[in-house]
Every structure is written in C-alpha cells, then in structure tokens.
C-alpha cells in the first residue's frame, strides 16, 4: 500500500520533495529524487525495509550516459537505466537487505560520474528486524554432520562457488516478468533458524518448493548460466547469472538440462526436481542473492518490473526438507 510522503529539504535550495514508499510482500519501493553537492551522511533521504527484502530505487537524473554506483554495509549496489514506460528519466537499483544485516540505521552512498563530473548522493537505510521461524528437525545423522573427508570436499564446493561468482555481468540481462521456478507447495520458510538434532544450523537461504520428482524447474528470468554443481549439500543445482550481481539458484535438482554459458530465458526449463545432496524427499530449493545479500526468492514476483506474475499453486505432496544452508560442524 502506498504509504503517506516523506518531506525532504535539500540543503541550500529550501526545495520540498518527497518519497514514495510503496510496501508489497517482501520489496519496497522507493522513488528518491536527487540534491546536486555531495552532502552529509543520509541527508538525501530515508529508506527501510526487513531483513531479506528488495528495496527498489529510483534515482531520477537527466545524465543518461552515467555510470551510478552504490555502496550499502561493504557491498555494491549497481544501477541501470530506467526503461519503463511512462517513468521519468533516471536510473535503478535493487538493494538487497541481507536476512542477517544488522538492525538499525546504515548509510546507503551513491556515486554518480558523468565524464568528469561526479556527483554524491547519501540516504539512510534502516534495517528492520524480520521474525523468522524456528524449526525443530530431526534427521539421520549422515544427513547432518560431516565427516573429515566430506568436511574438506564441502570447504572446496564453497571455493568453488566462491570462485564462479567472483565477477558479474556487467550488463542487466534480467527482463520485466519474473517466473516462479516451479508450481507446488513451499515446504521450506526463507531465513528459518534450523535446529537439526537439537544443534542450530545457519538460517534457510532460499525457499524449498515441495514437487513430485521429475518436475520441470524454470529459469526465474533470462540470464546466463554461470556454474552447475553435484554439491555434497545442494546435490545438482545451477546457478545462473542475471547482471548486475543478481543471481538465481536451483538445488536438489535430479536432472540438469543446461550447461555452464549458456543462454537461458525466463520460464526455460533448467533442470528436473529431485532429491540429490542432502535432501529427505523430492523438492526444489530456490535461493537468491543480490549483490551479495542473501533476499527472499518471492521477492522477485512482487517486483514493479513485470507484465504478469505467476503464482504458485499447492499441490498435494508431502513435504520435504533440504540442508542446503546448512554449515558443517
């Protein structure tokens, strides 16, 4: 819903302006309307949103052929032009809220450079608190702990992933429209603190979508395909890259149907649902991160940069549970 303006004062010019804040489901979206001179920690304005949501914003400026850079807790915020129709000129970011960012108030500073002239915006972001759950597992102890061999095979999975995920694209692949990869029962809770056999495990980093095995798993968007992995944890998953350090990823998969550079499209068919890695029945694991903040995957559908969206449906399957996020002891 539309929450009432905020009024901002730029410095020197006595100029109101506002900001729009639109709440829906796990984004929020901002339209932030730009001071000239470099100023003051968070005096262009505010923002806020929960740990592991997408804050969207729009930084209206007429230099279209600027390069526009943001810096939020040590991580890159990278912007791109606005194309939609009807929206004033200017440019987009997506700021992801990492579920484990601190609460409280951090600066979010943009840099604009256009040639040789630069220019300094600065806002305040505050972070605020989600209530995740907490789940109570019991499973087999094989499907927990690791030994010292699995330990060290684990450690090189991460370096591995690590690795691939180094450089970004630096063009915006992504398209309006965002796909739900599979339609079926989400089984697992994003940022769900896990307790498995009365230990606690890193919290849920993506959405387990319970499915009968063999379902087909799409692409939530046109992207590249970065890496794919038979992981001791995520068994087969992809991992694709979507630009501007935005990437999707698809684990537990039982068949994968791509192979790595490889060009995908919203809604193609990637891999097969099913059970490999650590694992208790056939599901999808969706996960997704955003300039390196871990954010809910249901964020994508509420996105303002679609055509349509696609809900997921319930389907009548039991449901099932990946240690995808979980970290060797």
């Known amino acids: 819903m ?3 303006s905020v009024p901002l004062v730029w410095r020197g010019t006595g100029k109101r302006l506002s900001v729009a804040m639109l709440c829906c489901a796990g984004v929020v979206l901002l339209d932030v309307f730009c001071g000239f001179p470099p100023s003051a920690s968070g005096s262009d304005g505010q923002y806020s949103g929960k740990q592991g ?22 991580r890159t915020v990278k912007f791109f032009p606005e194309t939609r129709p ?5 440019f987009v970011g997506l700021l992801g809220v990492d579920m484990q960012d601190k609460p409280g108030t951090h600066e979010l500073a943009v840099q604009i450079t256009d040639g040789e002239h630069d220019r300094s915006i600065s806002y305040h972001v505050r972070v605020l608190k989600e209530k995740f ?13 690791l030994d010292e061999q699995s330990l060290a095979r684990w450690k090189g999975e991460q370096e591995q992933v690590k690795e691939a995920l180094a450089s970004d694209s630096e063009k915006k692949l992504w398209q309006p429209s965002f796909v739900e990869p599979v339609n079926g029962r989400r089984t697992g809770i994003f940022g769900s603190v896990r307790i498995m056999n009365g230990q606690a495990r890193n919290p849920h980093n993506g959405e387990d979508i319970g ?6 798993v799409a692409a939530t968007n046109d992207g590249v395909v970065r890496l794919t992995v ?3 944890f995520s068994g087969k998953g992809v991992f694709v890259d979507h630009g501007l350090g935005f990437y999707s990823m698809y684990f537990h998969l039982s068949e994968v149907l791509v192979k790595e550079g490889d060009l995908v499209r919203a809604g193609q068919i990637v891999g097969k649902v099913g059970a490999t890695g650590r694992a208790t029945g056939p599901h999808l694991h969706w996960g997704v991160k955003l300039n390196g903040a871990r ?14 969206t696609q809900s997921a449906t319930p389907s009548p399957v039991g449901e099932s549970v990946s240690a995808a996020g979980a970290p060797a002891p």
């Open 2 to 4: 539309i929450q009432p």
């Open 133 to 145: 759950h907490v789940e109570h597992l019991k499973l087999p102890k094989d499907k927990v702990d």
């Open 295 to 308: 954010v809910n995957p249901y964020a994508l559908l509420d996105l303002p940069f679609k055509a349509e």
């Open 53 to 74: 949501q997408i804050v969207v914003i729009k930084v209206p400026a007429d230099e279209m052929s600027a390069q526009v850079q943001g810096k939020f807790l040590g």
């Open 211 to 216: 499915a009968p095995l063999g379902t087909d």
């Open 230 to 232: 038979d992981h001791i």
């Open 86 to 90: 009807g929206e004033p000129k200017g």
